[in-house]
């Protein structure tokens, strides 16, 4: 018993002495993690043969390290590396935070629990596994969160924080989360963000664009000069199109000598100058303080060329194909086509006519509600020869009436009471968030007059569903009331006055339509914003109320003559 209890504690002491020579995370990676060989699927030592570009993200020193990447390249096992490692040697706790609590289940079941299933090592770490969200180490624990819910991010102290597909997340939260390690010692803190980006100038594009902006280059086999992989001067894809099977023949090349680059080959022409290879990142600025990793998916030995090819055919003529091809297949952020409107297209609306109360016959008002509440009023003119099998909207020609944004508080209705009888509002429709109650009071203030909207994703096209009459709401998509809203502006039936105010040019131009996959794989589009949009919403509630007039069923004094 007694030598028993003796060389456990010799062992352990051996095994600190040992874990405390091991200075960088990439060598604690080599010795401790265990993981599955992506071409085999066969257990073994953690390796760089198939990600080299990770090890030198593996060990710099940066405060703040910006992933931008490609789907599937190892980023997210290099978080978990860096977490583990952080946890073992240096004994400091570590915040993960993922997208939705919903996210940080699976991590914690899927991801965490296959490391545990695979390395000893990791599993001797943790002295309790079974709490989702918390993992305990010794002194130092692993919290796993959602980035919806601002309770779960406070009351946590921690050096290390590791935003996972920080695009994903809910902004507004994440300096919520950073204020965690502001009881922190200066040099132990870190914070690592990663994502597949989605659209230009927001979440992880922002923070890279700000980086070191480093590219992954590596010496051509045949002519050596340094080099990176980049679409499309690195690729030649034998096809025409998607139904073109000749793109099975595709294959990487030197952008310089034009030389085929073997893809079974790449774990030799991709070995990291480390590892006595002659691959390494290099900067695209050397005078910032955030270091910046971009990598995309044309050096991964898993996804061949034929497989990259079929990914860029397939996305010419699909939008949400393009979209996914150069979000998750290029790394870069991307923006259909015409998603957004342009300043220009705005502006070109501007006309001369007297602003104010209308004696026109259809007058409607949208109320977008914030900080403060936003207002468009809107006189309308319909075909005097409008199909009846088409909705009134598609028939309809709009006059902006007035634009702009209360001085009271989100709560006070008054103003908005003023303008809806000053104008002789026919009908208008109210955001039911987040001051429903005041929305209510004002709703039953002009009863029969105002509606409450509330967003639903499951409703399709324009469909609208009235909840029960004496709750004053009504249920329609945002993303299809959203396109007729803005599309006025693309088929030229809506005009301004020619003092329409920088605001109101600035939130119009603000959502962007940009195209994703339901977890059923099914293709849809939504508009997110780069910056404040509450009039651009205030236009799509001006318009749903359109459908509610009063008048709506009538052709008496409405079409225009």
């Known amino acids: 018993m007694e030598s028993d209890i003796r060389h456990y504690f010799l062992d352990q002491i051996q095994s600190k002495l040992q874990r405390g020579s091991i200075g960088t995370c990439s060598r604690w990676a080599e010795k401790y993690r265990k993981i599955k060989d992506p071409l085999t699927d066969q257990l073994g030592d953690w390796t760089f043969n198939y990600h080299p570009w990770l090890l030198e993200m593996h060990d710099c020193p940066d405060r703040i390290i910006i992933g931008q990447k490609a789907a599937q390249l190892g ?10 490692f952080n946890i073992d040697i240096h004994a400091l706790s570590v915040l993960y935070i993922l997208p939705s609590d919903d996210d940080a289940s699976d991590f914690s079941a899927d991801r965490f629990g296959r490391a545990l299933e695979c390395s000893p090592h990791i599993t001797k770490m943790f002295d309790s596994v079974r709490n989702v969200q918390h993992k305990r180490a010794g002194y130092a624990s692993l919290y796993v969160r959602g ?116 893809h079974e080959l790449k774990q030799q022409w991709l070995k990291h100058k480390l590892r006595g290879g002659t691959s390494r990142f290099v900067p695209g600025h050397t005078d910032r303080d955030t270091h910046g990793f971009y990598i995309n998916q044309m050096y991964s030995s898993v996804v061949s060329p034929a497989t990259f090819a079929l990914a860029a055919l397939e996305g010419v003529d699909d939008p949400t194909k393009a979209t996914e091809f150069v979000n998750s297949r290029l790394g870069q952020p991307y923006l259909v ?11 070109s609306k501007r006309r001369s006519y007297a602003k104010g109360p209308t004696s026109d016959p259809i007058v409607t008002m949208g109320v977008d509600v914030g900080g403060v509440m936003h207002v468009e009023i809107d006189s309308w003119t319909i075909k005097s020869d409008r199909n009846p099998a088409l909705d009134i909207n598609d028939e309809a020609f709009c006059k902006v009436l007035y ?74 998509n945002r993303t299809s009331w959203m396109d007729l809203a803005l599309g006025r502006f693309k088929n030229d039936t809506i005009i301004l006055p020619e003092d329409v105010s920088p605001e109101y040019v600035r939130h119009i131009c603000a959502p962007q339509r940009v195209y994703k996959k339901d977890k059923w794989g099914k293709d849809y589009g939504l508009y997110e914003n780069t910056a404040a949009d509450h009039l651009a919403f205030s236009r799509l509630y001006s318009e749903l109320a359109l459908v509610f007039a009063p008048w709506a069923g009538s052709t008496q004094d409405i079409y225009d003559v």
């Open 75 to 84: 980023y997210t096992e290099w978080a978990l590396n860096k977490a583990f």
């Open 147 to 262: 980035s919806r819910s601002r309770s779960k991010l406070k009351s946590i102290d921690t050096a290390l924080i590791i935003f996972d597909e920080l695009d994903e997340m809910k902004q507004e939260n994440l300096a919520l989360a950073e204020m965690r390690q502001s009881g922190i010692r200066e040099d132990a803190i870190q914070q690592i963000k990663l994502s597949t980006p989605t659209t230009p100038e927001t979440g992880i594009n922002v923070a890279y664009r700000g980086s070191s902006q480093d590219h992954f280059f590596f010496k051509c086999p045949s002519c050596s000069r340094l080099i990176e992989l980049e679409y499309p001067d690195s690729i030649v894809i034998t096809a025409q199109d998607k139904s073109d099977l000749g793109y099975k023949n595709s294959y990487y090349i030197c952008r310089y000598c034009k030389v085929k680059l073997n």
């Open 403 to 476: 634009e702009g944004r209360t001085s009271g508080a989100a709560t006070d209705f008054n103003e908005v009471a003023a303008l809806m009888t000053e104008y002789q509002v026919d009908f208008c429709v109210v955001d039911s968030e987040p001051e429903r109650r005041a929305a209510y009071q004002f709703a039953t203030r002009f009863w029969g007059k105002v509606y409450l909207c509330d967003f639903i994703f499951s409703i399709q096209g324009r469909a609208i569903i009235p909840g029960p009459e004496e709750e004053c709401t009504v249920k329609v």
């Open 337 to 347: 086509e015409g998603a957004k409107l342009a300043e220009s297209q705005i502006l």
